[in-house]
């Protein structure tokens, strides 16, 4: 149902065609990683530290056509099972169908490859040895920073943060990935089952049946911890550490807020508007239950998949502390 070439071509044609030299890779890496180091110890110190033998995955800097590169990598790697088992006989619809879908699919990659500033890749469904990855997207940083007059360093430290933050979620709770790993697989299946059955492909994700409305939903309440916690944590590390946090977090809400009617469209109409909101419920929740309970009591989140907030509770933080906190 997707031809992978076709999907690069079209992205590639809408993003710059140039890559970062070696030289300017190597320095822009070199870079990314004094940083880092310079923020690990502050960082650790408000999230709890790490398990022995854990230590976080090291940056990498990316342009656009290697954010796109790693992407379509991920993108395979999670769909191919439902594609193996969706496949359609050829046919001049079945073609016209593909065509229009790997259009639709190069084109959002264009998108998001000008927009995406980091990423943490924690290898979901990947094959062992896992090896995790940091990433900033350079060319999009350097964007931001020129048209929104920030200071480099502040802002790149900034991102790092966050990045960091996702990176330790992970190393410190080798349960999460295999949780996440657990849900996708659990949705592959129930959308090749009812695929199998004879429903459509391309619905087959998005279901309304009620076994795979209930894996979208722990998946999506999963992601709105994490992406919540890594803004926290990102902004109780960055107003301590960075002189420019400020104007790094008013600079970061326009950038939210200031959006053209064409990217409207495309974050409502692909539901890339979930993760914003995903963004926004999440760090209230981690923002009530630190303020009124403290680190500590946050961290407990992270015990097992059991402790996780439920939608109810993500909205309703103080349910949740009654739950797993003062019910141990």
Avoid: C
């Amino acid at each position: 149902m997707i031809d992978w070439d076709e999907v690069s071509r079209v992205a590639r044609s809408r993003l710059d065609g140039d890559r970062m030299d070696g030289p300017r890779r190597g320095r822009t890496v070199a870079l990314y990683r004094r940083l880092a180091a310079a923020l690990e110890d502050p960082l650790l110190e408000t999230v709890g530290g790490l398990p022995p033998g854990r230590q976080l995955p090291e940056f990498q800097a990316l342009d656009r056509l290697g954010w796109l590169d790693l992407n379509l990598d991920i993108l395979r790697r999670v769909l191919e099972p439902l594609l193996e088992a969706t496949r359609v006989p050829n046919s001049w619809l079945a073609d016209l169908g593909r065509a229009g879908l790997d259009h639709y699919v190069g084109l959002l990659l264009a998108f998001l490859g000008r927009r995406v500033l980091g990423q943490f890749d924690p290898q979901l469904l990947g094959r062992e040895p896992i090896e995790q990855a940091l990433y900033l997207v350079e060319p999009n940083v350097a964007d931001w920073e020129a048209a929104a007059g920030l200071p480099g360093r502040d802002l790149r430290r900034w991102l790092i943060l966050h990045e960091m933050t996702h990176a330790w979620q992970f190393a410190a709770h080798p349960w999460l990935r295999e949780h996440l790993n657990v849900q996708l697989q659990r949705l592959i299946q129930e959308a090749i089952t009812w695929r199998t059955a004879g429903g459509r492909p391309w619905q087959a994700l998005t279901s309304s049946l009620p076994a795979q409305r209930e894996t979208v939903r722990r998946l999506q309440t999963t992601m709105t911890v994490v992406e919540g916690h890594g803004n926290l944590v990102m902004n109780l590390v960055g107003a301590r550490l960075l002189p420019s946090f400020d104007r790094l977090e008013q600079a970061y809400r326009r950038r939210s807020g200031e959006r053209s009617l064409l990217e409207l469209l495309i974050w409502r109409v692909t539901g890339l508007e979930l993760k914003l909101e995903q963004y926004r419920v999440g760090e209230h929740f981690a923002r009530a239950i630190h303020d009124r309970y403290g680190m500590e009591a946050l961290n407990r989140v992270w015990a097992s998949p059991e402790t996780l907030p439920t939608d109810v509770e993500l909205r309703q933080p103080d349910l949740w502390h009654r739950r797993v906190v003062e019910s141990r």
